[in-house]
């Protein structure tokens, strides 16, 4: 979720002044470009989930051993020093941060932008002006079977609808594609707003949620339709479709830039980013924003709004594929960062992701 890896466009490009003659085409790149200086990492608030899903990454490898660490000065001291090392946006994600409400105000005291990742069960605190991202992974009978949560969908409306602060996620798998409509609709009913996600298999995943390319086709066209349907609730373009359902994976189409798939030390999120554990400590070699996820399967909501953010230069080639990138851009601003308002998307076109090398 960084866009500042090279900065934002670096050196001069001959077409730009021509991308930019239309109006709209120009103010939405003024929009987007204030915010260039995001740059993130992310925290493992808890160890501990109040339910448990399959197919959770958090619950895969060594990161859920971590020693949780409740020492709310521990956590100030961490943010002060994240802060000093030029971190602007934090991701608090876990297991589940709303088990430690105390934290994640400490956290919003020291580091004013950020968001949390939760899945709804348990109100955050209103003092806690994050984005709260709450996971949805189909309708009640799904939730039952698949995260063994009864009424999920119900109580985490009753927590955050109306809440500016509440952006409900939801994660196409390959068996809840047609179920979107209905938590489309009862989420749009309660006035709340709805981004997509798409399932990641973690590394060894071979179960039945794992997408294939037909799942992959048939959650595209869903995606797209529901966006036309519900423009003023749906935080998504058309890009955002084609990016995180193509058959070749983010890391594949764009080159993933966490620190994980990216040896550099000099640059961008190669340098910058950090994923912290419950015990305050971190590892180079396997730090990206959803870690113990198959890099081939990635194709993530919060991966991509980093690594197809980035890749600004391979979409200035043309207009089209310049309004497609901005249309993501801007959703992902949307998506996370607290009082940004999306605007209308300019692009319905459906471009293929442009390749490396491309200018
Ligand atoms: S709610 Fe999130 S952290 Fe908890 S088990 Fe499910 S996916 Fe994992
Ligand atoms: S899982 Fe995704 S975000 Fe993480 S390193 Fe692999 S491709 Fe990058």
Redesign the pocket.
């Known amino acids: 979720m960084a866009m500042n890896h090279k900065g934002p466009f670096g050196p001069a490009q001959p077409k730009f002044s021509e991308l930019l003659a239309q109006p709209e085409v120009s103010a939405r790149w003024e929009k987007v470009r204030k915010y260039f200086f995001l740059r993130e990492s992310t925290y493992d608030m808890s160890n501990r989930c109040n339910i448990r899903c399959d197919g959770c990454y958090y619950f895969e490898g060594d990161k859920q051993f971590a020693r949780e660490t409740g020492d709310a000065e521990a956590w100030r001291g961490l943010m002060q020093a994240e802060k000093a090392r030029g971190i602007t946006y934090v991701v608090l994600a876990g297991a589940e941060p709303s088990l430690v409400p105390e934290l994640l105000k400490v956290c919003y005291q020291e580091m004013p932008l950020g968001s949390i990742a939760t899945n709804g069960f348990k109100k955050i605190p209103e003092s806690v002006r994050y984005k709260i991202h709450i996971s949805v992974w189909g309708n009640d009978e799904t939730s039952v079977r698949v995260r063994k949560a009864k009424h999920l969908l119900k109580k985490q409306v009753e927590n955050y609808k109306r809440d500016p602060r509440a952006v409900f996620v939801y994660t196409f798998t390959r068996e809840n594609i047609d179920e979107v409509n209905e938590v489309a609709e009862v989420l749009v009913s309660d006035g709340c707003k709805l981004t997509f996600n798409v399932f990641s298999s973690p590394v060894g995943y071979t179960g039945p949620l794992r997408h294939e390319n037909e799942s992959l086709r048939r959650t595209k066209q869903k995606m797209i339709r529901l966006l036309n349907q519900y423009p003023q609730n749906i935080l998504f373009s058309v890009y955002n479709a084609v990016a995180h359902t193509h058959q070749r994976g983010?890391?594949d189409l764009y080159g993933?830039s966490?620190p994980?798939?990216n040896p550099s030390q000099d640059i961008g999120l190669g340098r910058s980013f950090r994923q912290y554990r419950t015990d305050l400590n971190w590892d180079r070699s396997v730090a990206?924003?959803?870690p113990d996820?198959d890099?081939d399967d990635?194709r993530?909501y919060a991966?991509g709004s980093a690594v197809v953010t980035a890749r600004l230069y391979r979409h200035a080639n043309n207009l089209v594929s310049f309004k497609s990138w901005l249309d993501y851009v801007d959703t992902y601003l949307a998506v996370w960062v607290m009082d940004y308002e999306k605007g209308e998307n300019l692009c319905a076109e459906e471009i293929e992701p442009p390749p490396a090398g491309v200018k």
Do not use: K
């Open positions: 983010l890391h993933c966490y994980r798939q990206c924003c959803v996820t890099c990635c993530h991966a």
